[in-house]
């Protein structure tokens, strides 16, 4: 039997074996009860529209400033780790290693909890706690994404900037730094994924009506509605946003990633 035989038949064993799968959970699941149980229709009707006006907004302001914030971090942090100074290569080693060690969870009961009986006369808002815990979280990722961006521009471009007289801090913001974020573009935007989701441990710090998040709503609902409809709601809001970012993520690594390898080779040869 020939090799391309051989894989048809293996191919036809697999989709076989899906199909009886799906053929057997569609007989023996219960679909009025899983109905009645996630898919209430009272439930979701009674969710809008504050599903959207609030929560699905509320979530946006959250990763959209937490993100904001941990991008501005994340560059500082990548150049003191490229820096020739130990103490600023230190710092930023240790700041990195310390909040990608910890869970998201605990930096948010850090950042809630911990930092108004450390400094009481501080008066953070919730808004600014979350955006603190999100940027926290997310820059020690993003440096690190940085730092690989930057190290990956050819070092021929830095030398013909400087053989123009320009100075290492301008190079570096006009040349490397444009350079490095088309590169990382992808990992970019799988960390604002991340941080979507990410902004769901909100609901620990607790919140007013107006402040309500996608997973505060549901948990609310939850409780007043007893049922588990709420879930599914969220769920599909967080992949409104999610799947279009995923789909940009995969565009900007299929349009960029061929010219980042390109581009890293000229400037090697």
Known sequence: MSKRRRGQISRGIQYAVIAVVLVVIVIVAD???????FFNPEVVKGMFPRVITVALKNTLIFTLLGFALGLVLAVVL?????????????VSFAYIEFFR????????LGMGFGIPVAFPGLGLTKLTTIMLALGFVSSAYMAETIRAGIQAVPKGQVEAARSLGMSPARAMATIVIPQAFRIILPP????????????????????????????????????STASLTPFMVIALAYLIITIPLSYLSRRLEKRYGSDAVSSTTSGGA
């Not at 490229?82 to 103490?87: N, Q």
């Open 31 to 37: 679909w009025e009860k899983l109905g009645q149980t």
């Open 78 to 90: 990548a150049l003191m780790r490229l820096s020739t100074v130990g103490p600023y290569r230190w």
């Open 188 to 223: 970019l935007t799988n960390e604002l994924i991340l941080l979507t989701k990410d902004s769901s441990l909100a609901y620990i710090l607790g919140s007013s009506v107006e402040q309500l998040e996608l997973a505060q709503l549901a948990r609310s609902e939850i409780v």
């Open 101 to 108: 060690g910890l869970p998201a969870l605990v930096v948010f």
